[in-house]
């Protein structure tokens, strides 16, 4: 593995937690939640396969989240790249399903921007010369960050970017499949945007 494939979304998500704590002392937060702390996201998918040179695939994603204490919280998603497999593969699709830790940070001019940790597995077609060998399930480390914005009191609108490390696909070396994800999320006990004030 190389350490600048494991340190830029490291670096990345680092920049996002201390970018959301210093500008706590500075502007009150803009969403607070109340009632139901869950929350459900769908989205469309566009990831490069680290499967040979320049392949990309689109797919599906389905996410629901916890949210525990301030900004923090536990959700889970299923993804699945099937759309568009590229023409030099006889067959290809990427599903991981994994369990995370996120933090959303206080909204800045209603943007609200999140990082988050995943974990769990993730299942992988592909074109083979033994037949009875097409198939494969490994485990899955996914660094990601975004951001939310509200559209409705209940409804916003949501961008991810995710870096997945396949742990040694095949070998000694990690796969590393990466891309961004846009859809929505719907919070079950809804948020009230508020005035921002400076101190």
């Known amino acids: 593995m190389q350490w600048k494939s494991v340190l830029a979304p490291t670096f990345a998500a680092a920049m996002l937690v201390s970018f959301g704590g210093s500008l706590r002392a500075q502007v009150a937060p803009a969403a607070r ?3 139901l702390p869950l929350s459900v996201s769908v989205g469309i998918s566009d990831y ?3 499967f040979g040179t320049d392949r ?3 797919g599906a994603v389905i996410r629901a989240g916890w949210n525990l204490f301030h900004g923090i919280g536990i959700d889970a998603n299923a993804r699945t ?3 568009n497999t590229p023409p030099q593969l006889t067959r290809m699709q990427q599903s991981t399903f994994l369990g995370g830790v996120y933090y959303n940070a206080p909204s800045v001019f209603h943007i609200r921007p999140f990082v988050r940790m995943g974990a769990g597995t993730g299942l992988i077609e592909f074109p083979s010369r033994f ?3 097409t198939r494969d399930t490994y485990t899955v480390v ?5 951001i939310e914005v509200p559209i409705t009191r209940r409804v916003s609108a949501r961008a991810e970017y995710e870096y997945q490390f396949w742990k040694e696909f095949r070998g000694p070396h990690d796969l590393t499949p990466q891309g961004g994800t846009i859809g929505v999320s719907y919070y079950f006990g ?3 945007v508020r005035q921002h004030r400076l101190n």
């Open 56 to 58: 990309r695939m689109q």
């Open 131 to 133: 037949p009875l060998y």
């Open 48 to 50: 490069n396969l680290d």
């Open 33 to 35: 939640v109340g009632g």
């Open 190 to 192: 809804g948020f009230r």
């Open 81 to 83: 790249l099937f759309i």
């Open 142 to 146: 996914a660094p990601s960050g975004g």
